[in-house]
Structures are given as C-alpha cells and as structure tokens.
C-alpha cells in the first residue's frame, strides 16, 4: 500500500469520525433544545418592596399537565428568564409546561418566608391553570439541593388555603401531586455527616444568617429547624417521590434521603431513591437523569 492511499485512508477516517462526532452533537444540541413558547416574569407575588416572579415555558405539543421547577440552590434564587430551558428539555419533549418558580434569595429574605412564597407560587399557578392550559388537580414538582428541599416542604406541608380570604390565590391549595428531585436536606436538626454540621445541633454553618435571627438561639433553632424540616411532617397521603442522590455527597448526604425515605415508608407514603455511586452534590449525567424524572411524572401524574 503506498503512501498516498494510506494518507487518503487516513483522511476518509478522520472526516468519517468528525461527521459521526458533528452528527452525535447536533443531535444532543438539538434534544436539550426543544421549541417552546416562553413567558418570563410574572408576579406571582410580593415580598415586602420586591416582586415574586415565575416563568412558563409551553411545548409545541403540550399534554394537560404542569411541572413547578424551584429554582434555588443554597436558597438563592435567579432572575425571571435566567432558567435554562436544556435543563427541562425531557420534560418539554414529553409534553409538560414548565413553570420556573424564583423566589427571593436568602438572607435578604428567610429560608421560612421563601419557602411561605413558593407555596404562593404553587397557589397562583393552580389558580391560573386553565389559562396556562394544564390540571389543576395534577401539578409535579421537581429541584435540586435546596430546590430539592423546598419540593419537599411543598410535598409534605403544601395544602388547602384559606376559604374566607380576600385574595383569590391565597384560597388555592399548594399541594403537589408528584415529585421528583435531587440530594434534598430533609433534618436540619441533625446533619450527620455534612461538611455543614456545626456540632452542635445548631443551623447549616454557611447559612446561619438565611434563617433569621432566631437561628443562633438554640431553643428558637430546635423550633424552627424542625419546621423547616421534612422528615417531621411525613403523612401517608403525601404524594408520589423521586430522589436522586449521590453516595459521595458531603454537602448533603445520601443519609438525608435515606431517612426520609424511612420515615415515609413506615406510613406506607411511596420515596424512591436512585442513588448514583460516586456522585458528588451534583454530577455530569444529571441531564441524563431528568428523562427519568419524566418518565416519573409520566406514570403518576398521567391520568
């Protein structure tokens, strides 16, 4: 063989591998980036001089049915239309309205009244249900870290609202009807091996100052975490959870789920976890991993 048809052999292998690798990009570029229809910032709320906003992001196809996307982590939130609409691609492509929820972050606002205005957000979007042309009585909820956390308070606390008040949001209930989240803190009581436990029982060292005054004063704290914290409002009718967590997690870890899913189970309540071996707080795959938390939603929130 001479030199020249090995060079042409050469090049044809080259230009076959960078049109296989073009092709395999496109195509992962054109997956993470479905058309939709999307209306960022509406007020869903006001916290004290500040705006509550929340985005909705409508597929080509929609199927009836919305998903509430916290946005926060480290309970910091974003600005209306700084979600990523990749980061609910699967939940476009099987046909969800996405609806990203922000809230104001902490410490300008506590950890407890951020969490009070995302049950505000769940209560204005059910109240605006068929305009935005999904359920109401079927609405899932997903985030990741303290996204994961506040889905969770929203499954266990979210509920009826107030029949004899004058605002027509505040009657809505913020109940969800399926979840599916990543490495959620459910006992701010007890830490256990968090690179944030303090030692003494006391708040998430790095996020003293976002739970407010109170959080520094040990008796108040016993009062307020356990508020704040999931596993001690588990009930059987919670809805439907996914949790995916990683076993390498020192921020929070795999523990947190595992003893909420204890909790849970012991009222027959349904907590799946998927956990991913060598998964820190947050890993490459996680992408990945939302088609599956659209399968979830799928199967439980489907009628």
Not at 254 to 273: H, M, N, P
């Amino acid at each position: 063989m001479t030199w020249r048809r090995v060079l042409r052999l050469s090049l044809l292998s080259i230009a076959i591998v960078v049109g296989v690798a073009g092709v395999t990009i496109g195509s992962v570029w054109a997956y993470l980036h479905p058309h939709c229809d999307r209306t960022n910032g509406l007020v869903y709320g006001r916290r004290g001089a500040n705006a509550l906003y929340l985005d909705i992001l409508k597929p080509t196809h929609p199927n009836g049915l919305g998903i509430a996307v916290m946005v926060s982590g480290g309970w910091k939130s974003g600005n209306p239309g700084s979600f990523r609409t990749w980061i609910a691609a699967p939940l476009l492509r099987h046909g969800y309205t996405v609806f990203p929820v922000y809230h104001i972050s902490q410490p300008e606002s506590t950890i407890s009244e951020l969490t009070a205005d995302v049950n505000r957000g769940i209560r204005f979007i059910r109240l605006h249900a068929k305009e935005y042309g999904v359920d109401p009585s079927r609405l899932g909820v997903t985030g990741g870290s303290a996204g994961g956390h506040l889905s969770l308070m929203l499954a266990t606390r979210g509920g009826p609202g107030v029949p004899t008040t004058a605002d027509p949001v505040d009657r809505e209930s913020s109940a969800v009807q399926a979840v599916a989240i990543f490495y959620p803190v459910t006992d701010l009581l007890d830490l256990g091996a968090s690179t944030e436990n303090p030692g003494d029982g006391g708040p998430p060292r790095s996020f003293v100052k976002g739970f407010g005054p109170e959080a520094t004063n040990p008796p108040a704290w016993k009062i307020l975490g356990r508020d704040l914290s999931p596993i001690y409002h588990v009930h059987s009718n919670m809805p439907p959870m996914l949790i995916y967590h990683g076993d390498a997690d020192t921020l929070v870890p795999l523990d947190q789920s595992q003893r909420f899913q204890a909790e849970a189970r012991k009222l027959g309540a349904t907590v799946e976890i998927v956990v991913h071996h060598g998964g820190h707080h947050g890993w490459l795959t996680m992408p990945l991993d939302l088609r599956h938390f659209a399968d979830w939603f799928d199967e439980h929130l489907r009628p």
